[in-house]
């Protein structure tokens, strides 16, 4: 029974290598092959459509993927160079705005300071021919000083910041508060105006606010001394520390004035 | 009728990843399962099964009627003289695996060699990765074997 079966197996298998081999053989010579191949193909693409809709789904995901994937390097390459030409024109534009002011920088000397009027104004070697104009700003070791108050040919006089004539908008740098500096006529320098319990301390730092054109805002002035003294009406008068040596003026640097640099 | 639905899987899946990669001999493997599962009639079923699955395979993807044809009846009737000759004491899991990865191997192999494709380094790395695939579903087919087994004999 056994080798009846087996002889049975090795018969049919014998045969179909047998028709395979003819079909291997003869199909070069069939002329209908090509037909039966597309007929083949044609009843096929009906139940492989899902998988050629699959396919080309995978496709374009991959594709999608590695568009975005590409982009995304792209991005990341341009934010790089967007970067450093942020920071080459920032570092361009400082330099010009540092030759600019370099080129507005007026050195001055002190030509005279009454006693009379000592903590109110002093005399500088610069006026009218030199550009200097009313309302200039004047430094000492970078701190603001005074402004220009009256200018004739050859020499001009400032305002200094312990004149009680001279009042600037300012702003204390660590809470933004906005204040008036004055001077008492006795050689302080006095912050006024601010609210109460708006928590501002000794040591904080007090610049020019924005006022106009001839003196630009963010210039430094000095810092708050004292805890301040209540005025009864809300407000609190702080005495500041000005960071120019008001009593050591020998020679005094003027910020001349040129349109379009704080527009 | 299952024997369509596994060739039709593989034919599927073939389209999928558009000749990227061979895809395993799922078809193959079901004939291989069916032999070591079942009595002798069903044998000569699945080498004519074997002959036609072939032949529409050549007709699908190679366009030379008999090629695969013939390869699919060579590897069951090496399956069937190996079952024969081989006492049941010897039908280890090592020789079931065997018998299941040779149904993934000739076929290829014989693709890869005879059909004058670029067998460049590139080729044969994908017949690499379709043996790497290929394991997994011979390993499967032996796992079946036995629980098959293990259901007769409970």
Same mark, same amino acid.
């Given at each position: 029974m056994v080798d009846k079966r087996l002889t049975a197996e090795w018969i049919h298998g014998i045969v179909a290598l047998i028709v395979g081999f003819f079909l291997l053989g003869a199909s070069p010579n069939l002329g209908v092959l090509r037909s039966v191949v597309d007929f083949v193909g044609s009843v096929l693409s009906v139940p492989e459509y899902p998988a050629v809709v699959s396919r080309e789904f995978l496709q374009d995901l991959y594709r999608w993927a590695k568009d975005k994937n590409d982009l995304t390097r792209q991005l990341k390459v341009l934010q790089d160079e967007n970067s450093k030409l942020r920071i080459t024109r920032s570092v361009l534009v400082a330099e010009q705005i540092k030759a600019e002011l370099d080129a507005r920088m007026e050195e001055a000397r002190v030509t005279l300071r009454e006693p009379h009027s000592w903590w109110n104004e002093f005399r500088i070697d610069k006026g009218f021919n030199q550009g200097v104009i009313i309302g200039l700003p004047v430094f000492q070791n970078g701190f603001l000083v005074g402004r220009v108050s009256s200018v004739s040919t050859f020499s001009s006089w400032v305002e200094l910041? &312990?004149?009680?004539?001279l009042m600037i908008p300012v702003v204390i740098?660590? &809470?933004?508060e906005l204040g008036v500096v004055v001077g008492d006529g006795s050689g302080s320098v006095l912050l006024t105006y601010i609210p109460e319990g708006r928590g501002i301390e000794a040591g904080m730092k007090v610049s020019t606010a924005l006022i106009s054109e001839l003196l630009p805002p963010g210039i430094p002035i000095g810092s708050i001394a004292d805890e301040g003294a209540a005025s009864g009406s809300g407000y609190v008068t702080y005495k500041i520390t000005p960071g120019a040596a008001t009593s050591l003026l020998y020679t005094v640097t003027i910020l001349k004035h040129s349109k379009g640099i704080f527009r | 009728m299952i024997y369509a639905v596994f060739w039709l899987a593989q034919d599927l899946l073939t389209v999928l990843t558009s000749g990227a990669m061979q895809i395993p001999e799922i078809f193959l493997s079901c004939l291989v399962y069916r032999l070591l599962t079942r009595d002798w009639e069903v044998n000569i079923f699945v080498i004519w099964t074997a002959f036609l699955g072939g032949l529409l395979w050549d007709l699908r993807w190679? @366009? =030379?009627?008999g090629f695969f044809a013939l390869s699919y009846v060579s590897v069951v009737m090496l399956v069937l003289w190996v079952w024969n000759a081989l006492p049941v004491s010897g039908r280890t899991p090592l020789v079931i695996f065997f018998l299941f990865w040779t149904a993934q191997l000739i076929p290829t192999i014989l693709s890869a060699l /005879? /059909? @004058?494709?670029? =067998?460049s380094e590139a080729r044969w790395m994908l017949f690499a990765a379709q043996q790497g695939c290929a394991v997994p579903v011979a390993l499967l087919g032996a796992f079946f074997y036995f629980q098959h087994e293990k259901g007769q004999n409970a």
């Open positions: 910041l &312990t004149s009680p004539a740098e660590e &809470t933004r | 190679v @366009g =030379i009627p /005879l /059909l @004058g494709r670029n =067998i």
